[in-house]
């Protein structure tokens, strides 16, 4: 069987994958028990942290369409689109916008990963198991920038 047509993710994958989760959960969740002094670093810290995964993302995305034919479109379309969520990372970190802006940013270009992700899969660039793994990962993520951001909202 091809390794793409396979239904389970790698157990690397899977491994790496939930590893990837630890700064984010740790740092939505840190941002309520921590001392108000430490709250800006924590803040800084997740948002630098999901820059530098926007940009791996992307990464792949470069990678899945890298490895189609030059000539296909769909393809062609897949690695202009990989641009985005690093851009969006970027924007969020070096801009200096108030973090109840960067957070949502962030939050918005996981959602637009998310459905690359499918899409990738759709179009055979992806492995079918990739929803399997993108998806929990995705929501933790989200749900993760969608706690930071609620701290921030509150004060």
């Known amino acids: 069987m091809h390794p793409f047509e396979a239904e389970k993710p790698p ?24 001392p108000l002094g430490w ?45 985005i969520p690093p851009l969006l990372g970027w924007l969020a970190v070096a801009s200096g916008m108030p973090m109840g802006m960067a957070l949502p940013i962030c939050l918005l270009a996981f959602v637009g990963l998310y459905l690359a992700d499918l899409r990738a899969v759709k179009l055979g660039l992806a492995p079918r198991w990739y929803p399997r793994l993108r998806t929990p990962l995705t929501l933790i993520v989200t749900l993760s920038l969608l706690v930071a951001w609620a701290s921030v909202l509150v004060g």
């Not at 989760?21 to 921590?34: Q, T, Y």
């Not at 630098?48 to 899945?64: E, N, Q």
Request: glycine residues 10%; without cysteine.
């Open 11 to 34: 157990q690397l994958a899977v491994l790496l994958g939930y590893a990837g989760l630890i700064p984010f959960v740790s740092g939505a969740l840190g941002i309520w028990v921590i």
């Open 39 to 83: 709250r800006p670093f924590v803040l800084a810290a997740l948002l630098d942290f999901a820059a530098v995964i926007l940009a791996f993302m992307g990464a792949i995305h470069w990678g899945l369409a890298m490895r189609a034919q030059e000539t296909d479109a769909r393809a062609q379309v897949q690695l202009g689109l990989s641009v």
